[in-house]
């Protein structure tokens, strides 16, 4: 019969301790540790992974309840707050658009308030007194330019009922075919009433480094047919009341009976 051990081997710090006291040995020399888990390296290295587990989950919950309180209380433009940058408005995005009522035919222009404000809101303000009723483009030029807003049948040239304007141009709107923009003398600040419409793309007629060039403010978007036919219409010279000779004058007069403003192109 084998002999019964009397001693065991501490499994922490390898000390022969009587059996009957191994665990009192473990308890006051080693509190805190046991027979089992510290027996290897490997089974410590289990015992502490649910802590690391719980960490990591801590750090997860952490971040997506970041994330969620973020989006709960960012700038909402659906809620009425705009946000922190809101887009600049496009020169080029229709503001109001004007139906321009002619004795060749009825066109629809689009005017952009974003690109020349000043220049559209002289405008309007002169087609809601009725000002271009009975007027008549008094300079046509095929494939170049028609022009009016200024002149009487009888070449009389209307009073100009407001202050001329600053020149406003801007490098998104172009003198391209079917554009309408201001007329103006040499003096470029000194627009008024009388306006053009491109019947191509006048490049000249841009801005550029030894020119100011003309402002535009519209495009034609419907009936630019009608405006074609008053481009090819035969002119002349003509003298005004006070004997002034004016070039390009249409041998019939061609009236503009109305230009009414709208906020969409079908009225």
Do not use: W
Request: charged fraction near 20%.
């Amino acid at each position: 019969m084998a002999k019964r051990r009397t001693t065991l081997k501490c499994p922490i710090c390898k000390i022969e301790v009587k059996a009957s006291r191994l665990d009192i040995h473990i308890g006051k020399v080693h509190p805190g540790q046991s027979a089992r888990s510290s027996g290897s390296g490997r089974l410590a290295r289990k015992g502490n992974l649910p802590l690391v587990m719980t960490a990591v989950a801590c750090i997860v919950v952490l971040l997506v309840a970041g994330v969620g309180i973020y989006y709960l209380n960012r700038p909402s433009e659906e809620a009425g707050v705009p946000s922190e940058n809101p887009p600049t408005a496009s020169p080029t995005a229709p503001t109001s658009y004007a139906r321009i009522e002619t004795e060749r035919g009825t066109f629809v222009a689009e005017l952009y308030g974003n690109g020349a404000p000043n220049t559209v809101s002289n405008f309007k303000a002169l087609a809601d007194m009725n000002y271009f009723e009975g007027t008549i483009f008094h300079r046509v030029i095929a494939n170049f330019v028609v022009q009016g807003g200024g002149f009487m049948p009888n070449l009389d040239q209307k009073t100009v009922p407001f202050a001329a304007i600053k020149l406003e141009t801007n490098p998104k709107l172009k003198n391209v075919r079917g554009t309408l923009a201001m007329a103006r003398t040499n003096d470029v600040d000194s627009a008024t009433t009388q306006f053009y419409i491109n019947l191509k793309d006048n490049t000249d007629l841009n801005p550029s480094s030894t020119s100011a060039g003309y402002a535009v403010f519209g495009k034609i978007i419907r009936g630019m047919e009608f405006v074609d036919a008053i481009g090819s219409t035969p002119t002349t010279t003509k003298n005004t009341p006070q004997g002034v000779p004016m070039e390009d004058v249409p041998v019939s007069p061609i009236l503009l009976h109305r230009i009414t403003i709208m906020d969409t192109p079908d009225g």
